[in-house]
């Protein structure tokens, strides 16, 4: 294993004091179930549980040590090495992550990328990810860690040799995503869309957009600040930018003035190809994954490589080999009926933008000889007084997908369910664990099944239930996202 972090840099770092036997520390972690020998467990006191009453199992599945609060420091001394830090604000213990990962971020000399939006920044960062792996070793955010205690682990996690770091940062409040971007020091900042999302804490759509511009006022002197040139709010956050101490703003999109433009996306069921501009180059590529609006994300990737001053070229060849991540469009073949129908993933999270590119991607699935494609929608969620008529408006991007069969889970999704004809309504129910059995008894060959709904609408249940029952052998049985 490889050494993160001494003893002695912990001690300055976080103004902490190592009680016990010293053990090489090779990561950070704050969760016991992915714990991996060698981590420095952060006893964080979440909303439901203190970190601290995990202490003892942290050490038993050989964390090197265990960042406590110095009062609780005594009473856990027995079980193994403590890092035990001073009480620093209202959790001593975030306070210490947080000064680690400003320790991490100003011992590398890595070029830093930061990456907000509405929809697609995690499937941005991990086309990022995935890119600049290829060109050299690269940091980026596990899953969607983007929030308060997320971005400082991410941090603190950062070897110091890192050529490339890529962090995504989120929000569902205004005045969220400041601390954060200044905790990242972003050389770059990339923002996907803006889109009604956690619009019940917003009084518009234009305040989303000045909160997701918060991401620029962390970045380096001269950084570059990149944007989506299609989207109604680009004036805005260019005034953002230019508020900032960006030295170069560059657009993305399919905008005949953006700087990286598409010039035809060729949409095919399981990838894309993309013709585009990138700064006055032509470049033609094959993106690995499904879906305009992720061919659109595309183009922000390779703005984004374009101003690291990385490998363009080799960057579009990388993105032929892109695959979705997990929740994300994630796609899984179903062995029903001695034939195959196919699962498409989109369960991690839902907007109304999100679901409509959902649904515009399945449209493009191809369907066995009696196959249909079939919609099962969980309720999105933090859309305020809006949610009940920005559900029954989806009922027109289900028509224009030709969308055979939509389920829905949830009491939101239902004003949906009533909005459409009866033709395409399979079944409502009020929960994702009540549609398992209605959606397994009418699956059929040839079929395609898409799951998408908010976290809360916890749609990843049907995901699960249909692997266990029809997919024996994931690994053997996933589909590859190019030809």
Do not use: C
């Not at 860690?145 to 941090?155: A, D, F, K, Q, S």
């Not at 890192?162 to 972003?186: K, S």
């Not at 080999?321 to 195959?340: Q, V």
């Amino acid at each position: 294993m490889t050494a993160l972090w001494t003893s002695a840099e912990l001690e300055a770092a976080t103004g902490g004091r190592l009680i016990g036997a010293e053990r090489p520390i090779g990561g950070a972690s704050i969760d016991t179930r992915t714990l991996q020998a060698g981590d420095l467990f952060f006893a964080i006191r979440g909303e439901a549980r203190d970190g601290h009453d995990f202490v003892a199992d942290a050490l038993a599945r050989g964390a090197g040590a265990a960042l406590v609060r110095q009062d609780r420091a005594d009473a856990l001394a027995a079980h193994g090495p403590l890092l035990a830090v001073p009480e620093i604000g209202e959790d001593p213990v975030l306070t210490a992550m947080v000064r680690l990962g400003s320790a991490a971020r100003a011992r590398t000399s890595a070029q830093v990328v930061a990456v907000t939006g509405s929809v697609g920044k995690t499937g941005t960062k991990e086309a990022l990810r995935h890119v600049l792996s290829e060109q050299g070793e690269t940091h980026a955010s596990a899953a969607s860690y983007n929030n308060h205690w997320g971005v400082p682990l991410t941090l603190a996690r950062m070897p110091a040799s890192t050529r490339y770091g890529v962090f995504e940062i989120g929000m569902n409040h205004a005045a969220e995503i400041m601390p954060l971007t200044a905790q990242v020091r972003p050389a770059i900042a990339l923002i996907t869309t803006v889109e009604p999302v956690h619009i019940e804490h917003f009084a518009s759509l234009a305040a989303i957009a000045d909160a997701k511009g918060e991401i620029f006022s962390g970045l380096q002197p001269g950084g570059v600040a990149i944007i989506n040139r299609d989207g109604p709010h680009f004036d805005r956050l260019v005034a953002h930018a230019q508020a900032s101490r960006a030295g170069r703003i560059v657009s993305f999109g399919e905008h005949p003035q953006a700087d990286v433009r598409a010039q035809r996306i060729v949409l095919r069921p399981d990838l894309s190809v993309v013709d585009a501009v990138v700064m006055g180059e032509a470049v033609t590529y094959k993106l690995g994954t499904a879906g305009r609006h992720t061919a659109l994300n595309s183009l922000g990737v390779m703005a984004v490589i374009h101003a690291l001053g990385a490998d363009l070229a080799r960057a579009a060849l990388s993105l032929g080999t892109l695959s979705p991540p997990a929740g994300r469009g994630a796609r899984t073949a179903l062995e029903i009926d001695g034939g195959t129908a196919y699962l498409i993933d989109e369960s991690y999270n839902a907007n109304p933008a999100a679901v409509r590119a959902a649904l515009a991607t399945l449209a493009g699935i191809e369907t066995g000889p009696r196959g249909r494609r079939i919609a099962v929608l969980g309720d999105m969620l933090e859309l305020g007084a809006a949610a009940p008529d920005l559900h029954r408006g989806l009922a027109e991007a289900v028509e224009a997908a030709h969308i055979d069969l939509v389920f829905t889970a949830g009491p939101l999704t239902r004003h949906l369910f009533e909005a459409l004809p009866v033709s395409r309504r399979a079944g409502v129910a009020d929960t994702a664990a009540d549609l398992i059995e209605p959606l397994t008894r009418i699956l059929r060959p040839g079929d395609a099944v898409m799951i998408k709904g908010s976290n809360g609408s916890r749609m990843g249940r049907i995901v699960d239930a249909l692997k266990a029952r029809y997919a024996n052998d994931p690994a053997r049985r996933a589909l590859a996202t190019a030809p």
